[in-house]
């Protein structure tokens, strides 16, 4: 199992940043990618960015350029600074992470996802 406690969302005003920041527990070793979605009411949750077990990165390209995910495996702790942040950016962010568990004594494995609670993000104009 994993746990993912998101936290660092706020009010902020367009043109300036926030830094979101999500802590994993229990099973890390597991964790394939982990990375932030985002969620207005009435709209389908959308992936901002992702970042995998090796380093690499994915964003959405409505943050390219604004937005560095990044994580930190001493601390289980993924971050998503956002600068340059723009009203269309409010949202209730997700931390999201695929992983892959041990289901049985043979060693047969499934993927699995997990989910923070979300945090919100506003920004205003």
């Known amino acids: 199992q994993v746990q993912l406690v998101e936290s660092g969302g706020g009010l902020v005003q367009a043109g300036e940043s926030l830094r979101l920041s999500c802590l994993a527990t229990g099973t890390i070793s597991s964790i394939n990618i982990l990375g932030w979605y985002r969620q207005v009411p009435g709209r389908q949750r959308e992936e901002v960015a992702s970042i995998s077990k090796g380093g690499s990165t994915n964003y959405a390209d409505s943050v390219k350029g604004r937005f560095t995910i990044s994580k930190d495996n001493a601390e289980n702790t993924v971050y998503l600074q956002m600068n340059t942040l723009k009203p269309e950016d409010t949202a209730v962010y997700y931390c999201?992470?695929?992983?892959?568990?041990?289901?049985?004594?043979?060693?047969?494995?499934?993927?699995?996802?997990?989910w923070g609670k979300g945090t919100l993000v506003t920004v205003s104009s």
């Open positions: 999201h992470a695929g992983a892959t568990i041990v289901v049985n004594v043979e060693g047969a494995t499934r993927n699995r996802e997990y």
